[in-house]
């Protein structure tokens, strides 16, 4: 069965700090995605990386980062937490097939105080 | 850049009563087209897509999806819900060179008895 784990479900952390989602798929996929999901906003996409150590900007990448130095494990860093990053963020993987489904994880409810 | 609309934010609905969820995307190039369904506190799972061919599209849990090309539709139908259809459903659309999607802002459906 497919799976994409997420690291934490809830996390609260502080302003300032530096904060790590992490994300592990256990598909072999090539690409892996990091959303984040606001009400009345949908899923908006902050980075892509389509193979190991390769990344692509999504739509919101200011204030995030991401490594990925193995196939299975995408990282999203917030280099230093603020208020307006409180939100929910959904890892997904896909094959690089076009067309492929892309597969989420159950996400993590970050709240920064 | 391709956009997806979903025309309706909130959609209540009887069990047992047909659903329609409208999607619009505007795209000048070819798209292939997704629906997928977030239960509550899960991740999205997909519902079904369009890549080409049949217009009609059948998926998973008695859901369908009509491709109109001229209207730029891709809108959901289920001839009768149950309790358990109660969720979020986001379209998204790509384009076939490319494996990001961009996702409609979400519409909640809440099926009542």
């Known amino acids: 069965d497919v799976k994409v784990t997420q690291s934490s479900r809830y996390l609260v952390k502080r302003t300032g700090e530096k904060v790590f989602l992490e994300c592990v798929q256990d598909?072999?996929?090539?690409?892996m995605f990091w959303y984040r999901q606001d009400p009345g906003l949908g899923l908006r996409l902050i980075y892509f990386?389509?193979?190991?150590?390769?990344?692509e900007k999504g739509d919101i990448p200011e204030g995030y980062s991401v490594s990925r130095e193995k196939k299975e494990r995408f990282s999203l860093i917030l280099e230093s937490a603020s208020t307006n990053q409180t939100s929910m963020y959904l890892c997904a993987s896909s094959p690089r097939d076009r067309g492929a489904e892309q597969y989420f994880g159950p996400g993590t409810r970050l709240t920064v105080t | 850049a391709q956009s997806v609309t979903q025309l309706d934010s909130q959609v209540p609905v009887f069990e047992e009563a047909p659903v329609e969820l409208r999607c619009n995307y505007s795209s000048s190039v070819s798209v292939y087209l997704f629906w997928y369904v977030q239960y509550p506190n899960q991740g999205l799972q997909l519902l079904l897509k369009?890549?080409?061919?049949?217009?009609l599209v059948k998926g998973i849990n008695g859901f369908e999806a009509e491709f109109n090309k001229s209207q730029t539709s891709f809108h959901l139908r289920k001839p009768s819900v149950h309790i358990s259809d109660t969720a979020e459903y986001f379209c998204?659309?790509?384009?076939?060179?490319?494996?990001?999607?961009?996702f409609g802002a979400g519409t909640t459906v809440t099926v009542r008895a």
């Open positions: 369009y890549l080409s061919g049949s217009t």
């Open positions: 598909m072999d996929h090539e690409n």
């Open positions: 998204a659309v790509t384009r076939p060179n490319d494996y990001k999607l961009s």
């Open positions: 990386s389509y193979d190991v150590k390769m990344k």
